[in-house]
């Protein structure tokens, strides 16, 4: 395995932005990129998704409803994909899972395969490959927009979107986006990692409920 390690943020050295702000500023600065890549590092095992059907349907316990809902989004992601296509700047995805998979990353895997059959670039990696790095606690949730600007998202104890700390120095952007980048070439594409473990997973285990 090859010894990638995770620079180290720290919060004094950001910007604290909270939900709104934070989402507006993400929107304006991905509006002007051209020709350059981003990079984004999913450690966490739930998330608590917000205004998202397909989600709310996995909470009720309906799998199928939850399924049917992730397929009618194939358009609007298809369509985002030839955007990314005509600015040259496409969204790389590194998605850290543990074993046993929770409920929500059953959910998110598919969820997740469907965005990679709509063109959306995303890899799998096995816990193991962060754990030298995780001694005082597990990594943070980081978005590299652009090689230009670094986010490091935030969330409350359960999961619920809370905002992020922004982060513009080059150097420590340009070490996030090299290390994003290095376990990302590592990783399993997640079409296949969710044809192989998912396959036995029957709508009766995947959609129970979560609450």
């Not at 996030?176 to 980048?181: H, L, T, V």
């Not at 290095?182 to 009766?204: A, F, I, M, W």
Request: proline fraction near 4%.
């Amino acid at each position: 395995m090859c010894d990638l390690r995770a620079p180290h943020l720290i919060p004094a050295q950001g910007e604290r932005l909270l939900r709104e702000a934070y989402r507006r500023d993400f929107r304006q600065r991905e509006a002007i990129l051209r020709n350059r890549d981003s990079w984004k590092f999913e450690r966490r095992q739930h998330f608590e998704e917000q205004a998202v059907p397909s989600y709310d349907a996995f909470r009720r316990g309906d799998w199928d409803e939850a399924m049917r809902l992730l397929e009618e989004r194939r358009d609007g992601l298809l369509a985002m994909t030839r955007e990314d296509e005509l600015r040259n700047s496409f969204f790389h995805r590194v998605r850290v899972v543990e074993t046993p998979l929770t409920p929500y990353m059953r959910w998110e895997l598919c969820s997740l395969r469907v965005r990679a059959e709509c063109g959306e670039r995303i890899r799998v990696v096995d816990a193991a490959a962060v754990a030298a790095f995780e001694r005082s606690g597990p990594l943070p949730e980081v978005v590299v927009l652009g090689g230009r600007t670094l986010y490091r998202v935030l969330y409350t104890e359960g999961g619920v979107p809370d905002g992020a700390f922004r982060y513009t120095a080059p150097g420590l952007v340009r070490d996030w986006e090299d290390y994003i980048r290095d376990l990302y070439e590592t990783g399993e594409d997640v079409r296949s990692y969710v044809d192989r473990e998912l396959t036995s997973l029957s709508s009766s285990t995947a959609g129970s409920k979560t609450e």
